[in-house]
């Protein structure tokens, strides 16, 4: 079954670093987009940064600059380095993932999550 792996994460101070890896794992066809998003207590879950198949990135204005995503050159593992980090970008981060998942005749568009991992920023 395809899923989501998430590694890193954890406790760090203001202005330190921390990268956060998702892979895609199991049996599928493509992978069309992914992302990293972030949930802090009490908030809404947020977009942090996203990549497509052609390598365009997105980022929310608030991580410009201090977060980079880059891919392999398949696009089925993202790494998000966060460098400078700031006490607002403690949260619970989610990878999420659209693939394709081909089996037989039939064809599925699957979104995927992770079961997020915790950066937690101290100041």
């Known amino acids: 079954q395809v899923h989501l792996v998430e590694s890193g994460g954890g406790l760090v101070q203001a202005g330190g670093s921390l990268r956060l890896s998702c892979a895609v794992s199991g049996r599928f066809s493509s992978v069309r987009t992914m992302a990293w998003y972030r949930q802090a207590p009490g908030k809404q879950r947020e977009l942090v940064a996203s990549i497509v198949e052609s390598g365009t990135t997105n980022y929310r204005p608030s991580v410009k600059g201090r977060f980079t995503l880059a891919r392999d050159g398949t696009l089925n593992t993202v790494d998000l380095q966060m460098n400078n980090l700031e006490p607002d970008d403690t949260a619970v981060y989610y990878c999420?993932?659209?693939?394709?998942?081909?089996?037989?005749?039939?064809?599925?568009?699957?979104?995927?999550w992770g079961q997020g991992t915790q950066v937690t920023v101290s100041s």
């Open positions: 999420n993932a659209e693939v394709t998942v081909i089996n037989g005749p039939l064809k599925t568009d699957l979104p995927l």
